[in-house]
Nanobody, 119 residues
Framework: QVQLVESGGGSVTPGGSLRISCTAS????????MGWYRQAPGQQRSLVAT????????NYADSVKGRFAISRDNAKNTMSLEMNNLESEDTATYYC????????????WGQGTQVTVSS
């Protein structure tokens, strides 16, 4: 079992920056992959960025490449997403996800944190 708690988020004007973080209830070194997904009203949840905890390998949605950066701090059991040059289209609820393998792949989700980009 893994509990995930997101923090950060809020409101910002276009072109601004925000940082959101996700803290896990256990060592993230024991998790295979962590990632951020987002969901805007009326839309499906979609991938933003992922990081493989053992290797640091990252993956980004095309829409955020060059603007967002995902990172992890194994010592603090925390994963973060630095978001720069935010656009109104980035407005969504952002969810943290952790994936483990325990005989089968299992996903855990956080409760979500709101990011609003508006002038």
């Amino acid at each position: 079992q893994v509990q995930l708690v997101e923090s950060g988020g809020g409101s910002v004007t276009p072109g601004g920056s925000l940082r959101i973080s996700c803290t896990a209830s256990r060592s993230i070194s024991s998790l295979y992959r962590m990632g951020w997904y987002r969901q805007a009203p009326g839309q499906q949840r979609s991938l933003v960025a992922t990081v493989t905890t053992s290797t640091g390998t990252t993956n980004y949605a095309d829409s955020v490449k060059g603007r967002f950066a995902i990172s992890r701090d194994n010592a603090k059991n925390t994963m973060s997403l630095e978001m720069n040059n935010l656009e109104s289209e980035d407005t969504a609820t952002y969810y943290c996800k952790a994936t483990i393998f325990n005989g089968r792949w299992i996903d855990y989700w956080g409760q979500g944190t709101q990011v609003t980009v508006s002038s």
